[in-house]
């Protein structure tokens, strides 16, 4: 009878179609997942510059490399030394610092008076300011100043380094001078004490506005390097978001402890994908199980790569359209597949 109700399923009845859809939803999740981990690592990387290949230690320059930011590991290399010209004085390092100090008053607060005592300063001291200016005069402004000079040839590996990516470094190497080297107007005026040069007639027993010239360097050392590669060397990316465009620390160091900011990118990519699909087609093989009564070796997969690739495809898409063609051309095959099986299934029933 054409009005006659249809039994409603049991629920044991709808057990298979329920555990397939949650299997498939499980499998379309994980694909997912997988896929905006990536994306959102690539998103943040952009801010840095763009995505990196991890060279590592054998990173070396490569045609294929252009254009493109690097993770480079290595001991740098000092080609042509930093010379600070003024005084003449050189070494191998490939970051020199001058450090220009001034013997003067300055005045401390405990509470009580205030009290004077002579030190040495990095910067001038305006001694007109002080509470009791009298007895306590500085010099005013530093005839000399502080300066840094960048190795003129660095090498990391065999690319050659922008000067500007080892500003970072911190100095921890004490550069001695070398008297020899002086000019001769600065070698009239300073006499070498300790580990640096001064003004004072009495070295030991240096007198108000007396000038202290030291060096330090930055040390040849191993170090990671991110950074974009153009021709033979590595410069910071102009276009980075941040603003800085480059990534350098001592020692061998992972790229997601080179940027804090970076999410960490899903592990075994192409083994989540597999297992993805995997899942999505045992899930699918339990629907058409249910709805044909068999499980047809063509409809199921098809069903499986539709759905995660239309899932995949529209994750990606204005994130990198090449990637996101990839996945939409495997969902048209499933599509197409599927129709197939599915018109060919329904011709056979009875």
Known sequence: MSGERKVPLSIRELLLPALGAIILLLG????????????????????????????????????DEQGYMVRVVGSLEVV??????????????????????????????????????????????????????????NPGSFPLQNAQFSAGLLRLNDFTLSA????????????????????????????LFKDGLVTSAVPSN????????????????????????????????????????????????PLVDLFPDLPVPPGFTWLRRVFSVMLATLGTALLVRWHYKSIDSVLTPSIAVLVIGAVDGVLWLGNDNALAGWWLGLALVGIALTTWRVRALQAHQP
């Open 206 to 253: 240096p007198q108000v506005g007396d000038l202290r010239v030291s060096w330090e360097g930055v040390p040849t050392q191993e170090v990671t390097i991110v950074a974009k590669v153009q021709g033979r060397e590595l410069v910071p990316a102009s276009d980075a978001a941040d603003g800085v465009g480059y990534a350098l620390q001592p020692g061998d160091i």
């Open 164 to 191: 500007s990516l080892v500003q970072g470094l911190i100095a921890t190497q004490t550069v001695m001078p070398d008297l020899r080297k002086l000019p001769s107007n600065l070698a009239a005026s300073f006499s």
């Open 80 to 137: 042509e030394s930093p010379l600070d010209q003024q005084f003449n004085q050189q070494a191998d390092v490939p970051v020199l610092i001058r450090h220009v100090q001034m013997f003067q008053w300055h005045e401390q607060r405990y509470g009580g008076p205030a009290s004077y005592e002579l030190d040495w300063e990095d910067k001038p001291i305006d001694s007109s300011h002080f509470e009791h200016p009298e007895g306590h005069t």
């Open 28 to 63: 379309v999740g994980l694909a997912a997942v997988t896929e905006k981990g990536h994306i959102d690592y690539r998103a943040q990387m952009k801010r840095h510059g763009g995505d990196v290949l991890d060279l590592g230690r054998n990173g070396r320059p490569d045609p």
